[in-house]
């Protein structure tokens, strides 16, 4: 069932397409021993929390007509189910830990009856109307649209809060009403609830997010506490990507604290069109809520995230999209007259110099906080690690007042290895989880001051054993304007070059948008990572003889005041030259034997190679959307609307060059597409201009699929299409 952007199952009131877990298992970091947790045969594990003290973990299991509630006590061993089939999984999680020994959880209500049905004669027209306002909203699909969808949409999202203990007790929260429950979020000292219901009129214009809110706190008995919030339908005013909603969002409970709220609250009205000296304002309000909120920082550019720590010690980060400039900031939230302190001030495209993120921990009340070193006001940071010489992920030490950085381990050949938890500061303790390209990931135990004796904690084997001896290799080029480009090459194993010339390729293709020409160079990606296809993925092409040029770099860069799509087919005819004369010029490609192919943009971009050059001999095109004219207010990174740039939208749009396809193409779609851009007609459009121009095309609908593919049939099918296709045309 999809409805307001929403897809769930009817029967058992869950997520649709989620991928459940079958086993549970568990071991002791001092012993080799794996525990299996005890559960039924088949089942289906879903929504796994721990409790604040780590020695209890709750999940879900789903059965036909419901989701049971279950918990696994690690010091007995055992497991238990406390719940019949009553949570409501339909929108977020079915329940939280209230504290160590109770769960708070969303539950269908016990006298909910039949779902509404649809009338045989509608009650009236439809009818939509706007006075004037700006409203641009991008194409989203399955949005209510009847008095029936709405009936529908207040059934199925309709819960009850109950308490439920760890013998299996059930309590209902007698004082609150069924409602349409959107979070439940108890407070850290587990006295609080924070609840945010959704109510009417609900909107067909927009998905459920948007539908007016009511955020309130409530004690654990049900009992009204503090309303913060009624929000009304929120519809964009902007197409900008810093547009959001007007009043508190961002709305939850300070991890270092018992009770305190916090919230943002934008100060241009949630448009970044308005010219303001600052964006948002951070508030936060402590128990009993009788007090007047406190605001504890200010924002230029749009409020990004809060990392609490202690009373006087935060991190937050702020950021603006156009400019792609993102500050990092330490401050006291008890003294909110402090200056904060600038920590980093960078540009989101810059990876060679991203600093890391601050590494988290488990506080005392069981939830989230920064991990501080033993030394004073000292934290550590967690990094990828890019650079010109390669991926290296690291761990370092930072200090919040001097900004002194202090590495304290990285990564080294041959493996790509990042920091998973750091289990005790003083001693140094870490788990990583390495991989290399013959082995894939694993978590290793190991301290930092004896890295030559880890132990392992995981034995995960490679899961393609045929493709072991897949070649990989990391091309770097230029083109022709002198931007820095690279890709990963794939050939079958057994391939050489010198003994057997050239092969049959195929270029998974998908362009990125960049402000800066020196970050577009950049090279990200890590040549220690262990590969292996999985769903759908276009390496399976290698069992059958043929070359991959997985990702070639296709920056399309737009400086200064310059919109990158602007100069979007110019600057993807060149990378794309680059590409075929570098697998040329390597001897790995046949330009007679080379197709593109890319899903959703890349699916985009494949049509629109094919249309502009000759450079490919076939494509393959899964997912996408081809007129931009169906998608006005804007699409990718694209923040204009069409009446805007209506001249950039007609040249980006591969259906209005169809006619210059003169290569075979594969048309691959999922019946069920919901994302916002690519609707399946996209596809049966293009599929029946080019069959009215006398093309060479195929069109495949998936049944059931969305806008990436699921199941097993489906998944068999795209491959064996692809396959076909290759072996046709190159």
């Known amino acids: 069932m999809a409805l307001a952007g929403l897809r769930w199952h009817p029967q058992s009131n869950g997520p649709a397409r989620y991928s459940p877990y079958h086993t549970l298992k568990y071991r002791k970091l001092a012993s080799a021993d794996v525990i299996t947790a005890n559960l039924p045969q088949n089942a289906q594990i879903d929504f796994l929390r721990w409790s604040a003290d780590s020695q209890k973990l709750a999940f879900t299991l789903t059965q036909p007509d419901g989701l049971e509630l279950w918990v696994l006590d690690l010091k007995q061993g055992v497991t238990q189910c406390l719940t019949e089939p009553i949570l409501n999984g339909v929108w977020g999680s079915p329940y939280s830990w209230l504290n160590n020994d109770t769960l708070i959880c969303k539950c269908v209500p016990p006298q909910r009856g039949e779902p509404p049905l649809i009338p045989e004669i509608p009650p009236g027209p439809l009818i939509q109307e706007n006075q004037g306002q700006k409203r641009p909203e991008r194409t989203h699909t399955h949005l209510l649209g009847t008095e029936h969808d709405e ?72 009992k009204l506490i503090y309303q913060l919030a009624d929000l009304a ?100 939230p008890q003294q909110p007259e402090t200056p904060a302190k600038l920590l980093f001030d960078r540009s989101t495209e810059d990876r060679y110099h991203s600093p890391g993120v601050p590494l988290m921990t488990t506080g005392k009340y069981g939830y989230r906080v920064l991990r501080f070193a033993p030394e004073d006001n000292t934290i550590y940071l967690s990094g990828r690690g890019a650079s010109p010489k390669g991926v290296y992920p690291f761990l370092d030490k ?40 013959t082995e894939p990931l694993n978590y290793f135990l190991f301290n930092l001051s004896d890295r030559t004796n880890k132990t392992p904690l995981t034995n995960n084997q490679d899961p393609a054993p045929q493709l072991a001896g897949m070649q990989k290799e990391l091309l770097k080029y230029r083109r022709a304007d002198g931007v820095k480009l690279s890709a990963k090459l794939y050939l079958p194993p057994g391939y050489s070059v010198e003994r057997d010339g050239p092969l049959p390729l195929l270029f998974w293709v998908y362009p990125r948008e960049f402000k800066d020409a020196e970050f ?185 699929e969305r806008h990436s593919y699921s199941s097993r049939e489906a998944v068999a099918h795209v491959l064996w299409e692809m396959e076909r296709w290759c072996g046709l045309y190159i």
């Open 151 to 222: 009936a529908l949409f207040e059934y199925y999202l309709t819960s009850v809060l109950n308490k439920v203990t760890l013998d299996g007790a059930c309590q209902k929260l007698d004082l609150l009403a069924p409602s349409v429950i959107y979070t439940v979020t108890p407070s850290p000292d587990g006295k609080f609830i924070l609840l945010t219901t959704i109510h009417r009129p609900f909107s067909h214009e927009v998905r459920a997010s948007c539908f007016p809110l009511q955020v309130k706190v409530i004690d654990n008995a049900g």
């Open 233 to 332: 339908t929120y519809e964009r005013p902007s197409t900008k990507h810093e547009t959001v909603r007007q009043g508190p969002r961002k709305i939850n409970w300070r991890g270092d604290r018992p009770a305190t709220l916090y919230w943002v609250e934008a100060l241009d009205e949630g448009n970044p069109n308005n010219e303001v000296p600052f964006r948002d304002v951070l508030f936060e309000l402590d128990t009993p809520f009788t007090e007047e909120p406190k605001q504890i920082w200010r924002s230029q550019y749009r409020f990004r995230s809060v990392r609490w720590g202690k009373d006087d010690v935060a991190v937050v980060v702020e950021g603006w999209y156009d400019s792609r400039k993102q500050r990092t900031w330490c401050i006291n």
């Open 398 to 437: 930072f200090n919040l007042e001097t900004t002194e950085t202090d590495r304290l381990w990285q990564c080294q050949d041959p493996y790509f290895e990042g920091i998973s938890y750091l289990l005790d500061p003083e001693n140094q303790t870490v788990i990583t989880n390495r991989q290399s390209p």
């Open 520 to 704: 577009a160079g950049q090279v990200t990606t890590a040549e220690n990572a262990f590969v292996r296809p999985w769903g759908a993925s276009v390496l399976f092409l290698l069992t059958q003889g043929y070359g991959i040029l997985s990702g070639p770099t296709l920056p399309i860069i737009g400086e200064g005041d310059t919109e990158p799509n602007d100069t979007y087919v110019e600057q993807l005819i060149a990378g794309a030259q680059a590409a075929v004369d570098c697998v040329v010029e390597r001897g790995v490609g046949d330009p007679k034997r080379i197709g593109v192919g890319g899903h959703s943009y890349g699916a985009f971009t494949t049509v629109n190679l094919l249309a502009h050059t000759d450079l490919f001999q076939m494509g393959i095109a899964r997912s996408g959307a081809y007129n931009r004219t169906l998608t006005p207010f804007g699409f990718q990174e694209e923040q204009r609307n069409y009446w805007e740039a209506q001249e950039t939208y007609t040249q980006m749009s591969p259906f209005t060059h169809v006619d210059k396809v003169k290569v075979p193409l594969l048309l691959i779609h999922g019946a069920s597409d919901d994302h916002h851009s690519t609707y399946p007609l996209q596809t049966k459009r293009l599929y029946q201009a080019l069959k009215g121009l006398g093309g060479n095309v195929r069109w495949v609908s998936l049944p059931f």
